[in-house]
């Protein structure tokens, strides 16, 4: 089956540290392109990170870029989404996503998604 499975989500303070994880099975992720977004009930869900299939370029959105990190560890078949300096506004379900395309520039096909994982941050 292939599927993508999130771990790591959680309530943390403001200022706190979370990382997130997302495993692939039936497939390997080293040929994706691999996004993580959030999403509020009631908004638009937001791109917060996306790393090309070579691994050599990630953007960020503005809103995380210099606190929120993304990595693979193809080894495992994993990536993560390390996110430090947490605020409240941070608060939402947060999805990995993976497409077979190159670049994360222009129109990207997301083939895959995790079933979300929900990050809380409050005092």
């Known amino acids: 089956q292939l599927q993508l499975v999130e771990s790591g989500g959680g309530s943390v303070q403001p200022g706190g540290s979370l990382r997130l994880s997302c495993a692939a099975s039936?497939?390997?992720?080293?040929?994706?392109?691999i996004g993580w977004f959030r999403q509020v009930p009631g908004k638009e869900r937001e791109r917060v990170s996306c790393?090309?299939?070579?691994?050599?370029?990630?953007y960020y959105a503005d809103s995380v870029q210099g606190r929120f990190t993304t990595s693979r560890d193809n080894g495992k078949n994993t990536v993560y989404l390390q996110m430090n300096s947490l605020k409240p506004e941070d608060t939402a379900v947060y999805y990995c996503?993976?497409?077979?395309?190159?670049?994360?520039?222009?129109?990207?096909?997301?083939?895959?998604w995790g079933q979300g994982t929900q990050v809380t941050v409050s005092s």
């Open positions: 039936g497939f390997t992720l080293d040929y994706y392109v």
């Open positions: 790393a090309s299939r070579s691994g050599l370029t990630t």
């Open positions: 996503a993976a497409s077979s395309g190159y670049y994360c520039s222009g129109y990207v096909s997301w083939s895959y």
